[in-house]
């Protein structure tokens, strides 16, 4: 659905009046295209507490300008903040920052590197973890478009895929964002732009929405692609498979032979497995009938729970493999109407966290979820005007998300260089400021 409101104040006397009134004012977004894949401008890397000398190679891999002249107006700006270790180095991230914060470019990056919290330093632990609500304080101040993300990572090379996400377009709708990159085994693909080439995806839910941007988006980086519908959508899910060049399946995922089903259409396995299908059915808890609170339980938990079962003890799921689940940012703060919906997200939260160190330790398969915000799709369209125009603007982008920003988030999660990021939950919501 077209956002009038961000249009508008892209117009010269659309920025006059909602500066006057003090209304928001959200940026026109630099979103991925094949004719703008890159951010366009200079990276300035800048360091608090002592530097990882490993950082500046993979900084160097990302195609941002590196070096003399980044800093006349830097695109991103990468802090190595692992070397904070107390408040005096602390007072470092202020130095290194304050004079740079303002240049940085419309729609630019600020990425934040962090170490994992030392549990034999308090004082480490406390220097580190005041890094993020550092960022998420800056995330919500920053504007014109510009995102603030923590990375804590314990070896660069494993977060070169995470690295190049956050300093592309790709992660335009991405901010305030603590991202744990771990010790997991990754591989380095032969081609960053088709990282998933010769690899099979199975999208649930993907007849539309958001499953349908995350199946083109899955295409686009090399990956052969299963849309997965309800029989009663597979007409548009023949129509993108049949563009996308991949196959459809119509299918029930509630049905109790889903996982075996989908088994018999994947007989040489599945490298990456996305969750995306969805229902709502909201009202109060006290006018909740029990129907409407199991059919979103089944659709949106349930489902979920057995075939990620079904497909790993099946040996459906490679090793290598990736599988990404939904939540949603009503699952982390809640909702009105939405306990059953709310329920079900929180739920998924719990999936992750549980399954993902298993997982990766017994099947060499990560599992995280993404966590999307306001997202224009036809389930947002059908909330009522005021409370869809609140959602769109409490934000820190004041802007709602596309399906392509969901998409991107889920493509960079099921590459085999992320094979280092396990167990997370990342909100793709401008930051909003609902249980931020
Ligand atoms: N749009 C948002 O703002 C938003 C926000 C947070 C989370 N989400 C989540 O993102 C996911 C996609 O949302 P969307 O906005 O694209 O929704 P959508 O309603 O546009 O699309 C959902 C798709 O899932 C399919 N589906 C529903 N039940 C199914 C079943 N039993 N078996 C197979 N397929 C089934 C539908 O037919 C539909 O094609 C959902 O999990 C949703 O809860 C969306």
Known sequence: M???????????????????????????????????????????????GKPDPNLAPVLARTGLRTGTGAEDSPVAVVLDATGVRDVESLGEVHAALHPVVRSVAASGRVVVLGAPLDPADHH?????????GFTRSL???????????????????????????????????????????????FAVPDDWERPLAGRTALVTGAARGIGAAVAETLTRDGARVVVLDVPA??????????????????????????????????????????????????????NMPAERWSSVLDVNLGSVLRTTDALLERGVMKTGGRIVATA??????????????GAGKAG????????????????GVTVNAVAPGFVETKMTAAIPLVIREAG??????????????????????????SGAVNGQVVRVCGQSLLGA
């Open 139 to 185: 995330g919500k101040e920053i504007g014109r478009g510009r995102t603030v993300n923590l990375v804590r990572l314990a070896d660069g090379e494993a977060a070169e895929s995470t690295l190049r996400f956050l300093l592309s377009p790709r992660s335009a709708y991405v901010s305030g964002q603590v991202i744990e990159v771990g010790a997991g085994a």
């Open 392 to 417: 769109r603007r409490m934000n820190s982008l004041a802007q709602g998300g596309v399906p392509g920003d969901v998409a991107e988030v889920t493509a960079w999660l099921v590459q085999g260089g």
């Open 348 to 363: 998924i939260v719990g999936l992750v966290r549980g399954l993902a160190p298993r997982a990766a330790g017994e099947y």
């Open 233 to 286: 959508a597979e007409a548009d899910a023949r129509a993108l498979a049949e563009r996308l060049g991949g196959s459809a399946l119509a299918l029930d995922i509630t049905a109790a032979d889903a996982g075996a089903r989908i088994a018999d259409a994947l007989p040489e396995g599945l490298d990456i497995l996305v969750h995306n299908a969805g229902i709502t059915r909201d009202r109060r808890l006290v």
């Open 328 to 341: 949603s940012i009503a699952g982390i703060a809640g909702n009105a109407g939405q306990t059953n919906y």
């Open 124 to 132: 480490q632990a406390a220097a580190q973890q005041a890094l993020e």
């Open 2 to 48: 077209a956002d009038r409101y961000l249009s508008f104040t892209g117009t010269a006397p659309g920025r006059f009046l909602t500066r006057r009134l003090g209304l928001p004012q959200p940026a026109q977004l630099v979103r991925w295209s094949a004719e703008r894949p890159r951010l366009e401008g200079g990276l300035l890397h800048l360091a608090a």
